[in-house]
């Protein structure tokens, strides 16, 4: 199963460049890395996705090593409002079904 | 498009007690999934869905139960409510698995007492 790793909690001021590393070591061929948002009482959002090298939208950008064995989410000159968290997911092929498994999560908090 | 919908938004059930959360998608996805978020904890997979007549268990499926006869909805059911099973349930359908984004509903706040 391709489970990820991620920080449980990050710290951030208003203005500054985050980014957020996931771990997916067993990560399959044809897996994506996707990630997520979610605000307290809502279900969570989609930020980003991607396969290999960068992927960048409005919102932020991702980047992805050419192992593809991590992934990191870059949020530029985060606000009050990106207090959040960031879930990373990537497909799951164990049993021959794909399967999306969230991980842990990032909790990130962003101070004024 | 609604998008996803689920009922109802809050429940409270007594232990033992049955009931059935539904869920639909009017974007005419393939996969479909239930998620349960405990307090403070992030989202575990329970059943999905890759189409119709065909589901498979997730990370943690006993108690639950579903079936998926149409596209368009997929029930997850609870045969015997236990507090344990207190919890926010997400459904959440997506076109293809791995390639494309995810889009959840709003959620059920469930309590069992």
């Known amino acids: 199963l391709a489970k990820t790793t991620q920080p449980i909690s990050m710290d951030s001021y208003e203005g500054q460049e985050v980014n957020i590393t996931c771990s997916h070591n067993n990560i399959a061929t044809n897996d994506y890395i996707t990630w997520y948002q979610q605000f307290p009482s809502q279900g969570p959002r989609f930020i980003i996705q991607?396969?290999?090298t960068k992927v960048t939208n409005e919102v932020a950008s991702l980047f992805i090593p050419a192992d593809r064995k991590s992934s990191t989410l870059s949020l530029p000159r985060v606000s009050l409002s990106d207090t959040a968290v960031y879930y990373c997911?990537?497909?799951?092929?164990?049993?021959?079904?794909?399967?999306?498994?969230f991980g842990t999560g990032t909790r990130l908090l962003v101070s004024p | 498009n609604a998008g996803v919908t689920q009922t109802p938004k809050f429940q409270v059930l007594k232990t033992g007690q049955s009931m059935t959360l539904q869920c639909a998608q009017d974007?005419?996805?393939?996969?479909m999934s239930w998620y349960r978020q405990d307090p403070g904890m992030g989202l575990r997979l329970i059943h999905y869905s890759v189409g119709a007549g065909i589901t498979d268990q997730g990370e943690v499926p006993n108690g639950y139960n579903v079936s998926r006869s149409t596209t368009e909805d997929f029930p997850l059911r609870l045969l015997s409510a236990a507090p344990s099973q207190t919890s926010v349930y997400f459904c959440?359908?997506?076109?293809?698995?791995?390639?494309?984004?995810?889009?959840f509903g709003p959620g059920t706040r469930l309590t069992v007492l």
């Open positions: 959440a359908s997506s076109t293809r698995v791995g390639e494309d984004t995810q889009y």
């Open positions: 997911l990537v497909g799951d092929t164990g049993t021959g079904f794909q399967k999306l498994v």
């Open positions: 974007m005419n996805h393939e996969y």
């Open positions: 991607g396969y290999k």
